[in-house]
């Protein structure tokens, strides 16, 4: 992610540093594209960036980090201190996630 799209790194790291995440900042800088949301939202950006833990997507362990972004909303799905999920919703297309090949 960072070599295709590193003005969402960039922002995701600077976000969650400012939230107080530095461990979560410091694997945003190594985000991998699994897989696209496939909801085919327009509104909609988010991917997979890690494979799901084997029989549950979430569960135990899971949180939610809700980021103040000035451009649409960031939320990140972790599991035991792994990004999970990235959703990028109603944001301006300054990155285009659809269609670019996963990892």
């Given at each position: 992610?960072r070599?295709?799209?590193?003005?969402?790194?960039?922002?995701?790291?600077?976000?969650?540093?400012?939230?107080?995440?530095?461990?979560?900042?410091?694997?945003?800088?190594?985000l991998?594209?699994?897989?696209e949301?496939?909801?085919?939202?327009?509104?909609?950006?988010?991917?997979?960036?890690?494979?799901?833990?084997?029989?549950?997507?979430?569960?135990?362990?899971?949180?939610?980090?809700?980021?103040?972004?000035?451009?649409?909303?960031?939320?990140?799905?972790?599991?035991?201190?792994?990004?999970?999920?990235?959703?990028?919703?109603?944001?301006?297309?300054?990155?285009?996630?659809?269609?670019?090949?996963?990892?």
């Amino acid at each position: 992610m960072r070599d295709v799209f590193p003005e969402l790194v960039s922002e995701l790291t600077a976000l969650l540093e400012e939230e107080g995440e530095g461990e979560l900042a410091v694997r945003a800088r190594d985000l991998r594209l699994v897989a696209e949301c496939g909801c085919g939202d327009d509104f909609c950006q988010s991917f997979k960036a890690e494979p799901y833990p084997a029989g549950r997507p979430f569960g135990p362990g899971h949180r939610c980090v809700s980021l103040r972004s000035s451009n649409g909303d960031l939320v990140l799905d972790v599991v035991d201190g792994r990004i999970m999920y990235v959703e990028v919703i109603d944001r301006e297309p300054l990155v285009d996630l659809r269609g670019v090949r996963p990892e």
